[in-house]
């Protein structure tokens, strides 16, 4: 029996989606490329603190061009530690700047260490795992606080740092960074970083204020909390690292 060709063509639209539709969901690099800071710190300064129960010191991200330095003050000092990523089209490399301003590669095996005994690691600052490469994006949407969220799996590609695995879930909508779990090799929690608010800095969103949970992986519960804050930013002239 010959098919109407008007029945052909609906049956063909139903068994294959256009290539606008397919091309309609974001890939993992997408979600990440607007969730890291590069996508929001064009020309801008983040200038915030960290807290830990009543103590805090101030920290700042400064865009300028290739590269994101991060800065933090010691408490009760006036030093200013410094380090950096170098950002290149596909790949990073986190660097440590000297008392004398030269950068040298960061060493391995200070990534997770704590940052003034506070729930936040060097890798976490600089939230390197949000440049991890060939992420994978779950088909199922999430929701975080009713906000429908897309959600990123990322695998450690060198096994350096404390990470061996991370979830991302990025706002559906903003395409703001939402929530970060890192999990260790077994698949348990070592750390939760939660967006409490978000803040709009040129055409994109960032974060404001985040909450930092320090994990028990065995029994799942919450053993250090920590803050980290950012106030809303002053736009600065183009120029080199501080």
């Not at 983040?46 to 330095?69: A, D, M, S, T, Y």
Request: net charge positive; aromatic share 8%.
């Amino acid at each position: 029996m010959k098919v109407p060709s008007f029945l052909l063509r609906a049956i063909l639209v139903v068994a294959a989606p256009s290539t606008s539709l397919a091309q309609a969901e974001p890939s993992a690099d997408d979600l990440l490329k607007t969730a890291r800071f590069v996508a929001t710190l064009q020309q801008q300064d983040l200038k915030g603190f960290i807290r830990k129960n009543e103590r805090k010191f101030p920290v700042g991200l400064f865009l300028r061009g290739e590269n994101i330095q991060l800065t933090y003050k010691q408490p009760g000092t006036d030093k200013e530690v410094r380090f950096h990523m170098h950002l290149q089209q596909d790949s990073y490399r986190l660097l440590e700047v000297g008392a004398s301003g030269e950068s040298v590669r960061f060493p391995d095996a200070k990534l997770g260490q704590s940052i003034e005994g506070s729930d936040l690691s060097y890798e976490d600052l600089s939230m390197r795992f949000l440049y991890w490469p060939n992420g994978t994006v779950d088909p199922e949407l999430d929701k975080i606080k009713g906000q429908q969220c897309r959600v990123v799996q990322l695998a450690n590609p060198n096994g350096k740092g404390r990470y061996a695995q991370v979830r991302v879930w990025v706002h559906k909508k903003s395409q703001a960074l939402m929530k970060v779990v890192g999990y260790n090799a077994e698949g348990l929690p070592l750390k939760r970083f939660q967006v409490l608010d978000i803040m709009k800095v040129g055409n994109a969103y960032t974060l404001r204020r985040m909450r930092v949970d320090t994990v028990d992986p065995i029994g799942n519960k919450v053993v250090g909390l920590t803050y980290l804050e950012f106030d809303k930013p002053k736009a600065v002239k183009p120029g080199g690292l501080r």
